[in-house]
């Protein structure tokens, strides 16, 4: 039998959905133990931050990591995991993109805590705490690890091998990528594996026909015939300017797509690439109509960045 | 001198949890500290969405329990709407719900409890874990234990698009109807989730309630809590996930408030400590008096344990008699009994497999009416539902059209962040005395204190087949350490 595999597995800012993820391969993560081990995953296995700094350097085979970056401590563990790792895979959208939890990259931390300790409703606060980095008690000081102000990807952080899209990916996907590791017939270094090349709208199952926008609507008010492409009945989707392999599912029950997948291949920027995807199709060439049409898409950053807000930051 | 005990990290969500235990200059421990080092913001950043995106945006809160987001946050979009969804757009909602019960439970359960019972609290830790369990009670069992969690991460995909983060349910109602071919799938694997739920209290008994040792240990003053339980009642006071009333009774079991999500804010509030980031809600009429137990303390728990006790029973048959089994064994109502907690879970997953089946049975269940158009102006709107974690709380409030504008979620585990404090204290005071070998076995007794909580920080520690990991350092005044013991 061959030798078996290392492989570890670390969260950061992130959900714990990309770890689900891997537990709904089902039956096959019995597979996967009998091939692999899991020298750390600190949620399923007794390894710590210690054992993994004992390890050689690229003595674990595949290291993955979901989640962004948002604290010191994330950027360390992404640090010594890259050191240990031959291969290192940016596992879900957050670790590759930034995900959702970057949107608070449109704020700062000082205006966070403001909120949270201070003016949400349900705070008893009179004397304005807020948490500290070290806080002195009768029996000794305790410590808390300090936020970073900015949420990053992890390959701002580290060098990253290979992107596992999804949020979370799609158990299939996670499935075919374990094959293709267990092969050993890995694509090139900074590919994107678990996703297709082509755009969802290849994979989705609803008609297109020509598409002409005159109006853009929300999901509460709108009625679907349920059969013609989302976009062309006015629902803002992203599945033009979104990578495919999700399996629609979003579609499947009447949803259009906010980008999970991330960009295609040729595209630099996601939110770029959607919005030209939708003016292209509306259905005026009055300026001043156009105007009126793209004014009803009331939060151009929320739909078009979900899922990449650090990923269009300029690259340093 | 005085010794700390550090444990650090128990791993979480974000990154890490840190427990501080000091002990006086014989041993004894005169205090315990509970950490959560991790913020990420959810209620700054979704200020300025459109409100019928937040349903789709703060599932990302817990990929574990994301359905309970969800659905938190559609009730409280219909309410910022004034919109009543049609019935069956609500039987559908709760019908996936009782599928994500079924799927959180059995991951905690199996995949964490089990363990410390089924192969017992001071076993050899390489024994003490999901594989323990299965070489104990079987490869059939554990094969059974991963098909009938996947089930139900089908029927919430058929259901929600996704079962990590479903997209499903708008103002209003829900964006798609369930065929007769779904429907039939979803009794089927409901009728099979239900045997399966009688089987997990089966075991429990035999493994736990038949050995003395473990009954005394449930029953222990370390492992006990006395503070106010809080859960989601139906009409009758009976326990719902989905929809109802928010009880809380109070240590002697009398019912001290009732109340509607809308009214949250007169009944719970939120204290706010340096050394964590997670805050601490508590009763406001009674106001935070500390880290103390008691009647006249405002800390309360949201469990499976306190929505057994804030309850007179259970909507369905089979639940209904395992509710009473519980009483009767335990000794009468409330329970105080944190580790009883497990056993309540249990109940709740039968409870939630047998709602699951009469809801597929439910002439209504494939309706086409699963969707009203909102036409009131948006506003303000509060959504509450029960979380397998405790109660779940969402708060919006939006402008004319429907952009937020203020966020605010009273999360889970967050209720449960001061009692988990006292009970990790109170299980390191009764475990850890002067003259004490702080073993490993002793170390994860501490463990089983807060595990019962199923603690959710950010809610996808319980879904992975094993345990939480931790290091004690035994530190000088210097915080050179002396000792180190792993539980690994």
Redesign the interface.
Same mark, same amino acid.
């Not at chain 2, 087949?465 to 290091?471: C, S």
């Given at each position: 039998m061959a030798k078996k595999l290392k492989i570890a597995k670390y969260? +950061?800012?992130?959900?714990?959905?990309?770890?689900?993820?891997l #537990?709904?391969i089902?039956?096959k993560?019995l597979d996967v133990a009998k091939i692999a081990d899991i020298v750390y995953? =600190?949620?399923?296995?007794?390894?710590?931050?210690?054992d993994l700094e004992a390890l050689k350097p690229g003595e674990i085979d595949v290291g993955f990591y979901n989640?962004a970056v948002?604290?010191s401590?994330?950027e360390h563990i992404a640090q010594i995991l890259r050191e240990k790792s031959k291969i290192l895979v940016a596992y879900g959208s957050c670790a590759w993109l930034g995900?959702? @939890?970057s #949107?608070?990259n449109?704020?700062d931390r000082e205006?966070?805590f403001e909120?949270?300790?201070h003016l +949400? =409703?349900?705070?008893?606060?009179p004397r304005g705490?807020?948490?500290?980095p070290r806080?002195k008690? !009768?029996?000794?000081v #305790?410590s808390? @690890?300090v #936020?970073y102000d900015k949420v990053k990807r992890l390959d701002e952080v580290v060098e990253v091998d290979y992107y596992l899209p999804g949020? !979370?990916p799609h158990y299939e996907r996670v499935a075919e990528v374990i094959d293709v590791i267990v092969s050993g017939k890995l694509p090139p270094k900074g590919s994107v594996v678990g996703a297709k090349d082509k755009a969802l709208c290849e994979e989705c199952p609803r008609e297109r026909k020509e598409k002409r926008i005159k109006e853009f609507k929300? @999901?509460?008010?709108f009625q679907?015939d349920g059969k013609t492409c989302l976009l062309e009945q006015g629902l803002v989707c992203l599945g033009p300017a979104t990578r495919g392999g999700c399996g629609a599912?979003?579609i499947?029950?009447?949803?259009p797509c906010?980008g999970c997948y991330g960009p295609l291949p040729e595209a630099i920027d996601q939110g770029a690439s959607a919005l030209s995807a939708i003016a292209s199709i509306i259905d005026s060439n009055d300026p001043e109509e156009i105007q009126k049409i793209i004014d009803q898409i009331?939060?151009p +950053?929320?739909y078009f960045y979900?899922f990449g807000l650090p990923r269009q930051r300029v690259r340093t | 001198m005085g010794k700390r005990y550090t444990i650090d990290p128990i791993t979480r969500l974000e990154g890490h949890g840190k427990i501080e235990i000091f002990t006086d200059d014989e041993g004894n421990v005169i205090n315990a500290y509970f950490q959560v080092p991790q913020l990420r913001g959810f209620e700054k950043f979704c200020q300025g969405r459109p409100v019928e995106e937040l349903p789709r945006i703060v599932p990302r809160i817990c990929g574990v329990c994301p359905e309970a987001h969800h659905l938190a946050s559609a009730k409280a979009v219909d309410a910022v709407y004034k919109v009543d969804p049609p019935s069956p757009a609500k039987k559908l909602r709760e019908l996936m719900y009782m599928a994500h019960y079924v799927h959180s439970h059995i991951a905690h359960f199996y995949a964490l409890a089990a363990a410390d019972f089924v192969v017992g609290p001071q076993a050899p830790v390489a024994e003490r874990n999901i594989l323990g369990v299965v070489a104990k009670v079987g490869l059939e069992t554990g094969g059974e234990v991963i098909k009938q969690r996947s089930n139900a991460q089908k029927v919430q995909e058929i259901i929600g698009g996704k079962a990590t983060h479903p997209v499903c349910a708008i103002p209003g109602g829900m964006s798609k109807a369930l065929t007769e071919d779904e429907r039939q799938q979803i009794e089927k694997m409901g009728v099979s989730a239900v045997e399966f739920g009688l089987f997990g209290l089966d075991l429990f008994r035999k493994v736990v309630l038949e050995n003395s040792e473990y009954v005394d240990l449930i029953k222990s003053d370390m492992y006990s809590l006395n503070i106010h339980n809080m859960g989601l009642v139906d009409e009758n006071n009976k326990v719902n996930f989905y929809d109802g009333k928010v009880r809380v009774v109070d240590t002697n079991g009398k019912e001290l408030y009732k109340y509607s999500p809308e009214e949250y804010l007169d009944y719970v509030a939120e204290h706010t400590e340096p050394f964590s980031y997670l805050k601490y809600p508590f009763l406001k009429k009674i106001g935070w008096k500390g880290f103390v137990e008691g009647q006249e303390s405002g800390i309360y728990w949201a469990t499976p344990l306190s929505r057994l006790n804030a309850a007179d029973g259970m909507a369905t048959p089979k639940a209904q008699e395992a509710y009473e089994e519980f009483y009767q064994t335990l000794g009468g109502k409330p329970v105080k009994a944190t580790l009883a907690t497990h056993w309540a879970r249990l109940i709740e997953l039968l409870y939630a497999a047998e709602r699951w089946v009469e809801l597929a049975r439910d002439p209504e269940i494939t309706s086409k009416e699963v969707h009203k158009v909102p036409t009131e102006t948006p506003k303000e709107g509060v959504g509450i539902v029960e979380a397998p974690r405790g109660t779940l709380t969402h708060h919006y409030i939006t402008d004319e059209n429907g952009i937020v504008q203020k966020v605010n979620l009273i999360v889970g585990t967050t209720n449960n962040n001061a009692p988990i404090s006292l009970s990790i204290k109170k299980a390191a005071q009764g475990l850890i005395k002067k003259g004490t070998k702080v073993s490993e076995g002793i170390l994860n007794m501490v463990e089983m204190a807060f595990r019962a909580y199923d603690p959710c920080l950010s809610c996808a520690t319980h879904s992975i087949p094993g345990r939480i990991p931790l290091i004690i350092n035994l530190r000088d005044k210097n915080g050179n350490i002396l000792e180190t013991i792993r539980s690994d």
């Amino acid at each position: 039998m061959a030798k078996k595999l290392k492989i570890a597995k670390y969260w +950061a800012d992130c959900c714990g959905g990309c770890d689900v993820s891997l #537990l709904d391969i089902d039956a096959k993560i019995l597979d996967v133990a009998k091939i692999a081990d899991i020298v750390y995953w =600190p949620i399923a296995v007794d390894g710590k931050n210690k054992d993994l700094e004992a390890l050689k350097p690229g003595e674990i085979d595949v290291g993955f990591y979901n989640g962004a970056v948002h604290n010191s401590e994330q950027e360390h563990i992404a640090q010594i995991l890259r050191e240990k790792s031959k291969i290192l895979v940016a596992y879900g959208s957050c670790a590759w993109l930034g995900g959702i @939890p970057s #949107l608070i990259n449109f704020t700062d931390r000082e205006t966070l805590f403001e909120y949270v300790y201070h003016l +949400a =409703p349900s705070n008893d606060n009179p004397r304005g705490v807020e948490p500290q980095p070290r806080t002195k008690v !009768p029996e000794g000081v #305790l410590s808390l @690890p300090v #936020l970073y102000d900015k949420v990053k990807r992890l390959d701002e952080v580290v060098e990253v091998d290979y992107y596992l899209p999804g949020c !979370p990916p799609h158990y299939e996907r996670v499935a075919e990528v374990i094959d293709v590791i267990v092969s050993g017939k890995l694509p090139p270094k900074g590919s994107v594996v678990g996703a297709k090349d082509k755009a969802l709208c290849e994979e989705c199952p609803r008609e297109r026909k020509e598409k002409r926008i005159k109006e853009f609507k929300r @999901p509460q008010f709108f009625q679907d015939d349920g059969k013609t492409c989302l976009l062309e009945q006015g629902l803002v989707c992203l599945g033009p300017a979104t990578r495919g392999g999700c399996g629609a599912r979003c579609i499947n029950v009447n949803m259009p797509c906010r980008g999970c997948y991330g960009p295609l291949p040729e595209a630099i920027d996601q939110g770029a690439s959607a919005l030209s995807a939708i003016a292209s199709i509306i259905d005026s060439n009055d300026p001043e109509e156009i105007q009126k049409i793209i004014d009803q898409i009331i939060d151009p +950053a929320g739909y078009f960045y979900r899922f990449g807000l650090p990923r269009q930051r300029v690259r340093t | 001198m005085g010794k700390r005990y550090t444990i650090d990290p128990i791993t979480r969500l974000e990154g890490h949890g840190k427990i501080e235990i000091f002990t006086d200059d014989e041993g004894n421990v005169i205090n315990a500290y509970f950490q959560v080092p991790q913020l990420r913001g959810f209620e700054k950043f979704c200020q300025g969405r459109p409100v019928e995106e937040l349903p789709r945006i703060v599932p990302r809160i817990c990929g574990v329990c994301p359905e309970a987001h969800h659905l938190a946050s559609a009730k409280a979009v219909d309410a910022v709407y004034k919109v009543d969804p049609p019935s069956p757009a609500k039987k559908l909602r709760e019908l996936m719900y009782m599928a994500h019960y079924v799927h959180s439970h059995i991951a905690h359960f199996y995949a964490l409890a089990a363990a410390d019972f089924v192969v017992g609290p001071q076993a050899p830790v390489a024994e003490r874990n999901i594989l323990g369990v299965v070489a104990k009670v079987g490869l059939e069992t554990g094969g059974e234990v991963i098909k009938q969690r996947s089930n139900a991460q089908k029927v919430q995909e058929i259901i929600g698009g996704k079962a990590t983060h479903p997209v499903c349910a708008i103002p209003g109602g829900m964006s798609k109807a369930l065929t007769e071919d779904e429907r039939q799938q979803i009794e089927k694997m409901g009728v099979s989730a239900v045997e399966f739920g009688l089987f997990g209290l089966d075991l429990f008994r035999k493994v736990v309630l038949e050995n003395s040792e473990y009954v005394d240990l449930i029953k222990s003053d370390m492992y006990s809590l006395n503070i106010h339980n809080m859960g989601l009642v139906d009409e009758n006071n009976k326990v719902n996930f989905y929809d109802g009333k928010v009880r809380v009774v109070d240590t002697n079991g009398k019912e001290l408030y009732k109340y509607s999500p809308e009214e949250y804010l007169d009944y719970v509030a939120e204290h706010t400590e340096p050394f964590s980031y997670l805050k601490y809600p508590f009763l406001k009429k009674i106001g935070w008096k500390g880290f103390v137990e008691g009647q006249e303390s405002g800390i309360y728990w949201a469990t499976p344990l306190s929505r057994l006790n804030a309850a007179d029973g259970m909507a369905t048959p089979k639940a209904q008699e395992a509710y009473e089994e519980f009483y009767q064994t335990l000794g009468g109502k409330p329970v105080k009994a944190t580790l009883a907690t497990h056993w309540a879970r249990l109940i709740e997953l039968l409870y939630a497999a047998e709602r699951w089946v009469e809801l597929a049975r439910d002439p209504e269940i494939t309706s086409k009416e699963v969707h009203k158009v909102p036409t009131e102006t948006p506003k303000e709107g509060v959504g509450i539902v029960e979380a397998p974690r405790g109660t779940l709380t969402h708060h919006y409030i939006t402008d004319e059209n429907g952009i937020v504008q203020k966020v605010n979620l009273i999360v889970g585990t967050t209720n449960n962040n001061a009692p988990i404090s006292l009970s990790i204290k109170k299980a390191a005071q009764g475990l850890i005395k002067k003259g004490t070998k702080v073993s490993e076995g002793i170390l994860n007794m501490v463990e089983m204190a807060f595990r019962a909580y199923d603690p959710c920080l950010s809610c996808a520690t319980h879904s992975i087949p094993g345990r939480i990991p931790l290091i004690i350092n035994l530190r000088d005044k210097n915080g050179n350490i002396l000792e180190t013991i792993r539980s690994d």
